[in-house]
């Protein structure tokens, strides 16, 4: 029995580009994920999809697969919603999507990603004010969600892609200044690899903060495919106690299956050798 859970992004419809290897309907890939040897799936989906809870509980009886966690990055990026939007009737809209991505959440027993729905600040915006905004509006969710028994998870994630949260010590910091009860830090390793001094001290600066974790390589083709040190990194988790998902968002190379498939036999391969030495 391994020490952490593994899961693996999926969503119902993706484009090539995105980093989400199962595609299809949610329930077929929960029992694709487990075939190949996963636990769970991080599902990518809009705020206003319907679970089939009876069918998740069969599912989970009979191969053992979960929904580890909701992406909400759709409401974002197909939705045209952030927490940080400067229409007011857009942010309230955002607002209210995150609402419903918690009830979701919280019915199947997973968690919620924050992470281009957090919105960017605007080039010539005023950063403190724009900061102080989004730390009103997760205050109001981080409340809901500890109503709901729902986490948050604030993803990391690299410059050239937003402009907050970009590294792991300044996401704690906010955390901390602001004093969000159920709101974690989740990391991955493609966009440390591009912002981290020292990846590696950035799990630790985590601490018990550390709430989810994504590994990709440094190309962000699966685990295993490229220069990460991945034995190094599961030593770090470990050191740090650190026991939730460690969840597969790569990129599909050469195809979707294969990518799947090697990931988990790379990381299993890489935790097996590190208790080995013990």
């Not at 089939?52 to 009979?62: N, V, W």
């Amino acid at each position: 029995m391994g020490k952490w859970n593994y899961g693996i992004s999926c969503a119902e419809v993706t484009p090539m580009t995105a980093p989400l290897p199962l595609e299809g309907d949610l329930y077929d890939c929960m029992e694709k994920a487990a075939s190949y040897g996963y636990q769970g799936v991080e599902f990518h989906t809009r705020e206003s999809y319907k679970f089939d809870l009876e069918k998740i509980k069969s599912i989970g009886e009979t191969s053992g697969a979960k929904i580890c966690c909701i992406a909400s990055g759709r409401l974002y990026t197909q939705g045209g919603h952030g927490l940080l939007d400067e229409n007011a009737e857009s942010e309230k809209a955002a607002i209210s999507g995150m609402h419903q991505y918690i009830d979701m959440a919280s019915d199947i027993g997973a968690d919620v990603v924050i992470g281009w729905a957090k919105g960017t600040v605007p080039p010539q915006g005023d950063r403190k004010i724009y900061l102080d905004r989004l730390a009103e509006n997760l205050r109001k969710l981080d409340a809901y969600a500890g109503q709901k028994g729902t986490r948050l998870l604030l993803e990391v994630i690299n410059h050239y892609e937003t402009n907050i949260f970009n590294m792991a010590e300044e996401t704690l910091a906010f955390i901390e200044k602001h004093r969000l009860e159920n709101c974690y830090i989740h990391l991955d390793t493609y966009h440390m690899n591009m912002e981290e001094f020292n990846p590696y001290q950035a799990i630790r600066i985590c601490g018990r903060k550390l709430g989810y974790f994504h590994v990709a390589d440094n190309s962000r083709r699966y685990p295993g495919s490229g220069q990460l040190d991945f034995k190094r990194v599961f030593e770090t988790l470990d050191e740090m106690g650190y026991d939730g998902w460690v969840t597969v968002e790569c990129l599909l190379y050469p195809d979707r299956d294969t990518a799947a498939q090697k990931a988990i036999c790379y990381l299993k391969a890489c935790e097996q050798a590190k208790y080995s030495e013990k």
